[in-house]
């Protein structure tokens, strides 16, 4: 492993704010993952992210897709003022991950994770995340474990799981386990190369004490799918769908 980066980033350089998470990477550790990075993979990257301090994670165009699903797990540290950004780096074009595993990006608990599509954090979006598995519980995106306060923006979200089942459907779901304060802007949300989903975002949600609350979906492009767009279950509340 080379020597991780920290460098000091000029106030105001990069600036997101949100009702869920905020962020200015003033002083910022930068780990690069690609093959010629400082890890090879996104998961071993965020896995050492456990300070007191902002991460980003830029991801290179050598990167080879990891092993699947990239599990995002709770973090000690993390915070409103101490996130972890994941983005590909500026300059790197058509990045995707792709793959049949039940998730390609597994938020497992995390909290306070910034999963942005736009290369060096401004522009347009240019991350493609695919699921073309046709079976049930295949998705891009899952959210479990209690994964709270976290961001998805500017990214191209695909899937094929045609599973009309709650509790299996959707290419983004949210789990049944206190998944709170989540925030998806900005996607481009449809269908995979396998063929359209039943569902594009589900939301299953379970009994008190462990409903999904206070979720944001915003600005998103939903379309190519059997069923619905959005499936919010019982056990839900304060949602806020623009």
């Known amino acids: 492993m080379k020597h ?36 090879s993979t996104i ?19 050598d990167y080879v897709t990891e092993s699947l699903p990239i599990n995002l797990g709770a973090l000690a540290n993390k915070s409103s003022i101490n996130t972890v950004t994941i983005r590909p780096k500026i300059g790197v074009t058509n990045l995707a991950v792709s793959g049949t595993a039940a998730q390609i990006f597994y938020f497992n608990g995390a909290d306070f994770v910034i999963l942005d599509g736009r290369p060096g ?10 699921n073309t598995s046709t079976s049930a ?24 799981n045609a599973s009309t089942t709650i509790t299996t459907a959707g290419i983004i779901y949210f789990g ?12 481009s ?6 063929g359209n989903p039943a569902f594009c975002i589900v939301s299953s949600g379970a009994t008190a004490p462990n409903e999904n609350n206070n979720n944001t979906l915003s600005a998103n492009s939903i379309y190519n799918f059997t069923r619905a767009a959005i499936e919010i279950n019982s056990n839900n509340y304060v949602w806020s769908i623009t």
């Open 176 to 187: 049944n386990t206190n998944n709170d304060n989540n925030t998806i802007t900005n996607c």
């Open 121 to 130: 954090g401004s522009g347009a979006g240019d991350f493609n995340i695919s």
């Open 43 to 61: 998961a071993s990257a965020y896995a050492v992210c456990t300070g007191s301090t902002d991460y980003l994670i830029e991801i290179q165009s």
């Open 4 to 39: 991780m980066k920290r460098i000091l980033l000029w106030m105001g350089l990069f600036e997101f704010l949100s009702p869920n998470v905020g962020v200015n990477l003033n002083a910022a550790t930068i780990y690069s993952v690609g093959a010629s990075g400082d890890y």
């Open 189 to 194: 949300i449809s269908n995979a190369s396998g």
């Open 137 to 160: 519980s295949r998705r891009a995106i899952e959210f479990g474990g209690s994964a709270t306060n976290n961001q998805i923006q500017y990214c191209t979200i695909k899937g094929s």
